[in-house]
């Protein structure tokens, strides 16, 4: 028993097992597009702006969302890819990766899986990514 003991007490002690950090959201205010794009469903923002957020942000309550005006399409990419910086999805195309590079609040997370999405989330890029190959309320 005790050169068991002595045994294992000479053995090299293992490596401390080191696990990914957890993933958490970014500071984002409630009322930012990303925000509101991860919690709700397209439409319903599209409906209730005012309600939620014109006690902070009145001027949403006398304009469009999520633009007053027909924009891009390429804006409605920028969102679908807001939706998935949020969970920390990395980007390999140099147009996002570099884009994403210079937001403060995003963060690479390295267990980035769809599966992290939101059903509100997952819901909404199918809505954004439907709104471009459509050309709905945007030009391309």
Known sequence: MLLLLAAALAAPAAAPVTTPTAWTAPPLLMCDDTRLLVTYDYEYIQTHICDLCGKTEPER????WPVNDVPECGYFDELRNNIYA???RPFETPKWHDWFAKVPWYKVNPNYTDT???AEARHNVATLKSIVAKAQVCTK
């Open 116 to 118: 992290l999405l939101s």
């Open 86 to 88: 949020y969970y920390g």
């Open 61 to 64: 309550c006398v304009m469009d």
